[in-house]
């Protein structure tokens, strides 16, 4: 018992840690297909047009894709086993908060004497974005695996560089499907 006592705060701060992970990813993929024939890729181009995002946005996560790629041993080819497209949704979340407490003050006005509270709400409003990649066969130009991000973004560029890079490298980890991570 005195164990699990002692091991109580590590083990809260691990959940409150994970729990808080900022991009939120699943995937999903055809159980038929062996992963192990793809050795090269390049980008679909059509597919990759219909996304409703800035040139500049797209080319951001095609380099991250790309690297990605690389970096798990894949070639760009203009022959390719496997083509990369994606495609993006984008939701704007509105929280209001209406905890705050207030105050009560006497006031006089016509017709006499009242009591009120002044409760202003907090009311942010935040961006989530959803990144789908997608990898396709290409000889068959069917749909093999398909990744999913879901997090806020930022307007900041810096910043959205660097979570443009965080949404890609956390849906590649799911790719290819029983891998090690």
Not at 104 to 109: D, E, H, L
Request: glycine share 8%.
């Amino acid at each position: 018992m005195k164990t699990i006592i002692k091991f109580l705060p590590i083990a809260l701060l691990a959940m409150v840690i994970t729990s808080c992970s900022s991009v939120r990813v699943a995937a999903d993929y055809d159980r038929d297909v062996d992963f192990n024939q793809y050795k090269t890729f390049a980008f679909f181009k059509s597919g990759i047009d219909k996304a409703e995002i800035s040139d500049l946005d797209k080319k951001r996560i095609l380099r991250a894709i790309e690297a990605e790629l690389l970096a798990k041993g894949y070639t760009k080819s203009e022959n390719p086993d496997m083509l990369v497209s994606i495609f993006t949704k984008s939701n704007q979340r509105v929280d209001v908060y209406n905890n705050s407490w207030g105050f009560g003050a006497w006031g006089w006005g016509a017709p006499g004497w009242g009591w009120g509270w002044n409760i202003q709400p907090n009311v942010s409003t935040r961006t989530q974005g959803v990144l789908f990649v997608d990898l396709i066969d290409a000889k068959k130009k069917e749909l093999v695996w398909q990744g999913q991000g879901t997090g806020y973004l930022s307007s900041n560029m810096e910043k959205k560089e660097q979570r443009i890079k965080e949404f890609v490298a956390k849906i590649m980890e799911k790719y290819p499907p029983g891998s090690m991570q």
